[in-house]
């Protein structure tokens, strides 16, 4: 098994992150990895906003606007408390061209792509990673706070540092889960190893 194939099968997200964040030499050499995904007629369909120290917090008071005007007032304080999680998030941003040959689509999953090489990128450089989106990725207030131009989408929320303790194992499925073997129109039969 080559070292990129153990790296990936030994993956995962860390929920548990605490300072120092990468320094910035290391965000640099990573977002450079993020603009190695794949892009259809290059295109670079994706921008990035690096938040850290106080503008953290200005993020979790996006965060609580973004709350239903019926929120409780905990659930407010944890969307405030949100972004607080992590020495830094890194907003992944799709931000499609027109170009009459690639669809939006194939675009944003370019910019998603991105913000999996990112990932990658960070992990391997020793800081642990976690992925979120849910709700405050798709919120109108959450959008215009950070600069969002019309047609653009959030592709998730890289929270990034040290790792402050071990988590367990994560199971992982064994392909035959999830793949089959497409043998002809309509017609699969089980995936084997």
Known sequence: MSSITQFLMERSSEPRLEAPAPPRDVVDLALQCAARAPDHALLRPWRYLVIEGGALVALGNLFAQSCAADATEKARENARNAPLRAPMVIVGIASPKHHEKVPDVEQV????????FLSL????????VMWRSGSFAYDRAVLEGLG???GETITGFLYT????????PVPRPSCTD???????P???RPWRV
Do not use: C, D, F, H
């Not at 999953?109 to 999996?116: D, E, Q, V």
């Not at 540092?161 to 367990?168: F, N, W, Y």
């Open 186 to 188: 309509k017609q699969t």
């Open 121 to 128: 990128a960070l992990s391997e450089a020793g800081y642990g």
């Open 161 to 168: 540092g040290t790792v402050s303790s071990e988590k367990p």
């Open 178 to 184: 999830y793949v089959e073997e497409w043998i002809g």
């Open 109 to 116: 999953m370019s910019a998603a792509s991105g913000m999996s």
């Open 148 to 150: 969002l131009a019309e």
